[in-house]
T-cell receptor, first 115, second 113 residues
Framework: ETGVTQSPTHLIKTRGQQVTLRCSSQ?????VSWYQQALGQGPQFIFQYYREEENGRGNFPPRFSGLQFPNYSSELNVNALELDDSALYLC??????????????FGSGTRLTVV | QKEVEQDPGPLSVPEGAIVSLNCTYS??????FMWYRQYSRKGPELLMY????GNKEDGRFTAQVDKSSKYISLFIRDSQPSDSATYLCAMSESGPRDDKIIFGKGTRLHILP
């Protein structure tokens, strides 16, 4: 299977709840990055995983956490949801840590609404 | 001052026109400059990237980087209705797969048939 697959596509949660978003990376890719895209904004880097280890983190609080599995799929977990967490969450996969000639392959995202 | 500034638009142009999209930035350490296209309800798709200053052409698309002015551009020739999307500029210090790519807000482009 080619491309990056994210699930679910849409989600509605209540403030204070916890959520888990899932991502299957493109075949052959061992690096997964997560981005948050608020309405009308560009994507903001949350963190990156390379071969199951966190390889960098953006300016997000610890209640945003993640995992990468041996098959390079990944999860993003958000605890104690706040209204401002409402956004499109994008997963992007790539081969290798940095550099190279290829950019990210993005999934279509999970639209999270916190009420 | 934000690291990357991009006019959100919307920008509406007639079919066949040349489109010019631009970004400015403040971090002189940026070396890689990317343009992504994002259709509604989809993730961004990498169109092209440029290393350091100069021009790069790919079909109807031309990317330009002027590091001395901290200004980058994307030109679309012979624009088509299918080019209607949000165009995001993005920049990094270490490469197109850098763990800290900084995106602009995106410019919404409408090509009118």
């Amino acid at each position: 299977e080619t491309g990056v697959t994210q699930s679910p596509t849409h989600l509605i949660k209540t403030r204070g709840q916890q959520v888990t978003l899932r991502c299957s990376s493109q075949s052959g890719h061992n690096t997964v990055s997560w981005y948050q895209q608020a309405l009308g904004q560009g994507p903001q880097f949350i963190f990156q995983y390379y071969r199951e280890e966190e390889n960098g983190r953006g300016n997000f609080p610890p209640r945003f956490s993640g995992l990468q599995f041996p098959n390079y799929s990944s999860e993003l977990n958000v605890n104690a949801l706040e209204l401002d967490d409402s956004a499109l969450y994008l997963c992007a996969s790539s081969s290798g840590k940095t550099g190279g000639k290829d950019g990210y392959t993005f999934g279509s995202g999970t639209r999270l609404t916190v009420v | 001052q934000k690291e990357v500034e991009q006019d959100p638009g919307p920008l509406s142009v007639p079919e066949g026109a040349i489109v010019s999209l631009n970004c400015t930035y403040s971090n002189s350490a940026f070396q890689y400059f990317m343009w992504y296209r994002q259709y509604s309800r989809k993730g961004p798709e990498l169109l092209m990237y440029t290393y350091s200053s100069g021009n790069k052409e790919d079909g109807r698309f031309t990317a330009q980087v002027d590091k001395s002015s901290k200004y980058i551009s994307l030109f679309i020739r012979d624009s088509q209705p299918s080019d209607s999307a949000t165009y995001l500029c993005a920049m990094s210090e270490s490469g197109p797969r850098d763990d800290k790519i900084i995106f602009g807000k995106g410019t919404r482009l409408h090509i009118l048939p």
